[in-house]
Nanobody
Framework: QVRLVESGGGLVQAGGSLRLSCVAS????????MGWFRQAPGKEREFVAT????????AYADSVKGRFTISRDNAKNTGYLRMNSLKPEDTAVYYC?????????????????WGQGTQVTVSS
């Protein structure tokens, strides 16, 4: 069992930055891949970024590539999503997720555990 708790969301102006954190508890943090997903009002949940348990494999959605950076600190049981150059279209609830596998994936159905989400609102 893994419990995930996100934090760091908030209201920011377009062009600003935020760093989301995801603190994990339960199973050893360094044994699973992590992902970030987001869901805007009236839209389906979409993939944002994922990182393998060693950090050696990373993938991003095209919409955030070059602006967002995913990372993890296994010693602190924490994953991060650094978001720069934020746009109004980045407004959504952001979720972190854990996948009990060494293989990274962009499909939300492949993730086993989810946090409760943190709201990110970008004003124009």
């Amino acid at each position: 069992q893994v419990r995930l708790v996100e934090s760091g969301g908030g209201l920011v102006q377009a062009g600003g930055s935020l760093r989301l954190s995801c603190v994990a508890s339960g199973r050893a943090f360094g044994t699973y891949a992590m992902g970030w997903f987001r869901q805007a009002p009236g839209k389906e949940r979409e993939f944002v970024a994922t990182i393998s348990w060693t950090g050696s494999r990373i993938a991003y959605a095209d919409s955030v590539k070059g602006r967002f950076t995913i990372s993890r600190d296994n010693a602190k049981n924490t994953g991060y999503l650094r978001m720069n150059s934020l746009k109004p279209e980045d407004t959504a609830v952001y979720y972190c997720a854990a996948r009990m596998s060494a293989i990274v994936t962009t499909d939300s159905d492949d993730y086993d555990y989810w946090g409760q989400g943190t709201q990110v609102t970008v004003s124009s």
